[in-house]
C-alpha cells in the first residue's frame, strides 16, 4: 500500500464548479498534512496547509480527519488558472515529506 | 524570500557522463537540503536528505556512489548522477529549509534531465 493516495483524476471541470479531492495516508504517525499545486513541468508550490480543525484560504478549503486517515481539499467557484495537479503531502517527522501522485484538475470555459 | 535556484534547468547528456545539477538558497541559509526526483505520472520521490558539512542521508533504495551528493556550504548542495544511463533521466527537484521559522521546504524549480 503506498504511503500516500489519491485519486490521479483527471477531473475536468467547469468554470464555477465546485470539486473537491480526497487522499489518504498510511502512517497513523504522521505529523502533519499539506496540499501542494504542481503546474506542467514546474516545481511543487505550497498551497495549504491543513489542520485538525478544517482551514480555509479563500476559495480552498482544507479537511483533515485523523481518526480516518483522511484528508481533503475542496476548491468553491472553479477558476481556469486552477488547472494543476494537486499534490497531498504528508510528513512523518520534521524533515520528510512524503507525496502523493497526485490529482490532475483541469477547469475548461 | 526565501528563493531556491537550481543550475541547469535542463540538460541532455550522453549515456555514461556524469552531470552536476546545483541547488543554491539564494536568500537565506538552508539548515537542511533535500533531492527528489519525479517521473512522470508519478509522484515526487526523496533520494536523500542533507545536512551542511555532513554526509547525506539516502532513501532506500538509492545508490549513494551513483548519485553523489555535496553540501559544501549553507547555500550551496550539488547532485552529481555518475556514469547517467536513459534510466536515470527524470526531473529532478531540490527543496531547503531554514528560511522559515515553520521547517517549510521551500522548491527550487528543477532540472529536466535526459540521457541519450
Known amino acids: 500500500r503506498k504511503e500516500v493516495e489519491q485519486d490521479p483524476g483527471p477531473f475536468n471541470v467547469p468554470e464555477g464548479a465546485t470539486v473537491a479531492f480526497n487522499c489518504t495516508y498510511s502512517n497513523s504517525a504522521s505529523q502533519s498534512f499539506f496540499w501542494y499545486r504542481q503546474d506542467c513541468r514546474k516545481e511543487p508550490k505550497l498551497l495549504m496547509s491543513?489542520?485538525?480543525s478544517g482551514n480555509e484560504d479563500g476559495r480552498f478549503t482544507a479537511q483533515l480527519n485523523r481518526a480516518s486517515q483522511y484528508i481533503s481539499l475542496l476548491i468553491r467557484d472553479s477558476k481556469l488558472s486552477d488547472s494543476a495537479t494537486y499534490l497531498c503531502?504528508?510528513?512523518?517527522?520534521?524533515?520528510?515529506?512524503?507525496f502523493g501522485t497526485g490529482t490532475r484538475l483541469q477547469v475548461f470555459p | 524570500g526565501a528563493v531556491v535556484s537550481q543550475h541547469p534547468s535542463w540538460v541532455i547528456c550522453k549515456s555514461g557522463t556524469s552531470v552536476k545539477i546545483e541547488c543554491r538558497s539564494l536568500?537565506?541559509?538552508?539548515?537542511?537540503m533535500f533531492w527528489y526526483r519525479q517521473f512522470p505520472k508519478q509522484s515526487l520521490m526523496l533520494m536523500a536528505t542533507?545536512?551542511?558539512?555532513?554526509?547525506?542521508?539516502?532513501e532506500q533504495g538509492v545508490e549513494k556512489d551513483k548519485f553523489l551528493i555535496n553540501h559544501a556550504s549553507l547555500t550551496l548542495s550539488t547532485l552529481t548522477v555518475t556514469s547517467a544511463h536513459p534510466e536515470d533521466s527524470s526531473f529532478y527537484i531540490c527543496s531547503a529549509t531554514g528560511g522559515s521559522a515553520y521547517n517549510e521546504q521551500f522548491f527550487g524549480p528543477g532540472t529536466r534531465l535526459t540521457v541519450l
Open positions: 542533507s545536512n551542511e558539512g555532513s554526509k547525506a542521508t539516502y
Open positions: 536568500d537565506f541559509q538552508a539548515t537542511t
Open positions: 503531502v504528508v510528513n512523518v517527522n520534521t524533515d520528510k515529506l512524503i
Open positions: 491543513v489542520y485538525s
